[in-house]
């Protein structure tokens, strides 16, 4: 497998942030992503980005690691920014398995920190279960797990599902969000954007044009709907993992915005999948929290890492 050694590293200050890269970690299948940070640090993070966005979400992250000490990773998931579409793959489990290729086999980092936001903390929550070995802590937040109760809780009640969650059961429906949305990329995604925020400037409009053309490109909406269009196996493969190897071992940070509704059932949904639960609520910020308070985010991952003797 090939890696792209093409574009060039940059310096900022005293740390080095990467242009985007990419490198295969399968058949057919290339993975963009950017890095901040030293190489040789102690602790490597990766950061897994949600829908509708790309690793760019994770910018002010990718940056904060990295001034705390840590290898950060922002990458962007099968199907999203600069990464491949396929016509499958779209489930959790294979979706992490590309994840940790990345990190494990291109990277040479056998075990890392995660940190997923959104359907990233879907990526992110299957990627520590199946790779136990590989992920020293998880840190979750802003989505309903599937293979949880809280995943139950959020496609049945109806408070969820008028206000939240009513865009599961569209974006599942065969072509038809597709044809819609055609056109309408950005209208469509920047709704979830307003609707969602509790900052209504946290996106500039450079922001929300790069997103509305990461977006606009051939193939990029059906490759988000597919996320969408797997949570049945997802909600199976979790379960199945979890009957199988118990809940894990791995220490996770269930944390999220402060005014997301999201963040009501995030410790109990953390405590169905691991013995080692943490939860600290974000202040100032509903579910865009990578975005909306950045510096708190980060703080708090870093004292529940020094707390777990992964400091930097």
Known sequence: MSHDTSSQAKACGDLLLSETRK????????????????????????????????????????????????????????????????ASGYDKMTMGDDL??????????????????????????????????NVKALVMMECPQPGTNAYQLSIKDPEFTFQYTFHFFFHNSKDLPELLTAGKEGLYIQHFYDRLAH??????????EYYTHAFARAGRMQAGFE???????????IKENIASLGKADVPFLATGGEHSVFTQHIQSMAEELSNDVTYKSISDSRHWVPEENPKELITTVVDFLKSKSLGA
């Open 199 to 208: 900052k209504p400037y946290f996106l500039t409009s450079s922001d929300r």
């Open 227 to 237: 996320v969408y269009r797997a949570f049945q196996k997802d909600d199976q493969d």
């Open 23 to 86: 490198c295969n970690v399968g058949a057919n299948l290339s993975i963009a992503y950017s890095t901040a940070g030293s190489p040789q640090a102690r602790q490597a993070i990766l950061l897994v980005h949600g829908y509708p966005q790309t690793s760019y979400s994770m910018r002010y992250l990718l940056s904060g690691f990295a001034q705390a000490g840590y290898y950060a990773v922002a990458a962007d998931y099968r199907g999203a920014g600069g990464s491949s579409m396929t």
């Open 100 to 133: 940790n290729s990345l990190m494990v086999d291109r990277l040479a980092r056998k075990e890392y920190i995660v940190l997923g936001h959104d359907i990233g903390s879907m990526v992110a929550t299957a990627l520590t279960l199946k790779h136990r070995s």
